[in-house]
């Protein structure tokens, strides 16, 4: 069970694109393009991503956004924490209040346990896992690899 919102999903396929080819600079047309997502979301996302200080844009001709620090210190949890609540209540299928008012409901363990699962996975993820990643690569970083 993968807990995150769309707007996080967008933001990761962002970011995933960044990081398979670290060292060039990619415009949000050419990120929307590749992920299937509108330009304005693209935009709008990047601008969030670049306060947050996960991606620098350079404005201009052969501008662009690169990642702001390696694909090693970024998390997919410093992603998704940018925009869902990452403290997930734990919602008893018995009714608010049932779980922590003596013996817990017959799946809270099991609960409980697929969302502590869920946030290690996020932490632990870096996005390194994309770098050079074929599908996750620009255009020209995959003429470079076939090359």
């Known amino acids: 069970m993968f807990i995150y919102g769309k707007t996080s999903a967008n933001a990761i396929a962002v970011m995933s694109y960044l990081a398979a080819d670290p060292k060039r600079r990619a415009g949000s047309g050419e990120i929307a393009k590749s992920r299937g997502i509108s330009r304005a979301l693209t935009a709008k996302l990047l601008t969030q991503l670049a306060a947050a200080g996960l991606v620098a844009g350079q404005p201009g001709?052969?501008?662009?956004?690169?990642?702001?620090?390696?694909?090693?210190?970024?998390?997919?949890?410093?992603?998704?924490?940018?925009f869902e609540q990452t403290q997930v209540p734990i919602l008893c299928p018995f009714?608010?209040?049932?779980?922590?008012?003596?013996?817990?409901?017959?799946?809270?363990?099991?609960?409980?346990?697929?969302?502590?699962?869920?946030?290690?996975?996020?932490?632990?993820?870096?996005?390194?896992?994309?770098?050079?990643?074929?599908?996750?690569?620009?255009?020209?970083?995959?003429?470079?690899?076939?090359?």
């Open 95 to 147: 009714g608010q209040n049932w779980c922590g008012r003596g013996d817990p409901c017959p799946l809270h363990n099991t609960i409980s346990g697929m969302i502590d699962a869920n946030l290690r996975f996020m932490k632990n993820t870096r996005l390194s896992v994309f770098l050079g990643s074929e599908r996750g690569a620009s255009p020209k970083a995959r003429r470079r690899k076939r090359a």
């Open 61 to 82: 001709p052969g501008g662009g956004y690169t990642l702001a620090k390696s694909a090693g210190k970024i998390s997919l949890m410093d992603i998704v924490s940018l």
